[in-house]
């Protein structure tokens, strides 16, 4: 009797292919598996779909042609192949950066993939132009950026989902490195026509005033909060927004006044029907960049350090 022939050999080949190759992205998120204990939990730090997740340990698996976890009553555990693998799995992903980083020593281009982590505002008001650096000089390179909050930057940096971080300081505990990137002042905005009514930018002066706030437990509400509770005071917000964009409407239509970073109303375009002015006391905020200490920094990376310096 003979087989069919194959509709695609092309897709045959291709798919034998993938099945006799170890895939780094799939040991990378059969480490997640192990270290979050759940499919569910991996796919949610990856942000890939859970079928994604278990397709994805499935296929090392059947690389290993063994059986890599197994469910207990705590969640999914590594079996003791497993515990094998993930004895090795650094090991292999560091000699991989070992040879991408030789075999880009040797080139004059930069390519490959630089992820960076910031905050919105820094994204929105920052980031573009040294982007625009970037993909001029460097057309090969590519730049993810992903938004967040400092706490969420700073895990994704020390578990190597991201390259680089631009955060607010203090982070607290971490083993990475932090090298200092700028000061940036903090300002009062208002709608223009409200301006007036507005005598004192002090504490004093505006804990009963109708405050648009940014949202509660963000780094940024903190800094704020912390500059009213100097003076024993606090403030009761009349609206919050993780958005500065919106913060800035509700501003514009008369809602409230607002405390902002200076970079959010740089440009004449940003601050059109607002009046910005330094508080009393200046409020300020130390922004930083964050790495782990053992990231090779390979050419991208060091053309992106580079323009932040």
Known sequence: MFR?????????????????HLSLNHLATFRWVVRRGSFSAAADA?????????????????????????????GISPTAAGLALLAHEKSITQAVEDARAAVNAV???VTGTVRIGTGATACIHLLPPLLQTLRSDWPLLQ??????NTLE??????????DLGLVTLPIGQSPLIVSHYREEEFVFIINEA?????PALTPEGLHTRAFIAFESGSGT????????????????????SGSIEAIKRLVCSGAGFSIVPRMAVEMPEDRRGLRVCSLQPALHRQLALVMRADKVVNKGLKEVLRLFN
Request: zero cysteines; hydrophobic letters at 40%.
């Open 221 to 240: 509400r903190l800094l704020i909060d912390s500059w009213f509770s100097r003076q024993g005071l606090t403030v009761s917000p009349v609206m919050e």
């Open 143 to 148: 730049v993810g950026v992903t938004t967040g």
């Open 107 to 109: 080139s004059d281009a």
């Open 153 to 162: 930057i700073v895990r994704a940096v020390e578990e190597n989902r991201l």
């Open 46 to 74: 990856l942000n890939l779909s859970q079928p994604a997740v278990s397709l994805q340990v499935k296929q090392l698996e059947q690389f290993f042609q063994t059986r890599l976890v197994e469910r207990t009553g705590r």
């Open 194 to 198: 409200q301006a007036n009514t507005f």
């Open 4 to 20: 069919k022939a194959d509709a695609n050999p092309d897709a045959t080949y291709e798919k034998n292919l993938e099945m006799n």
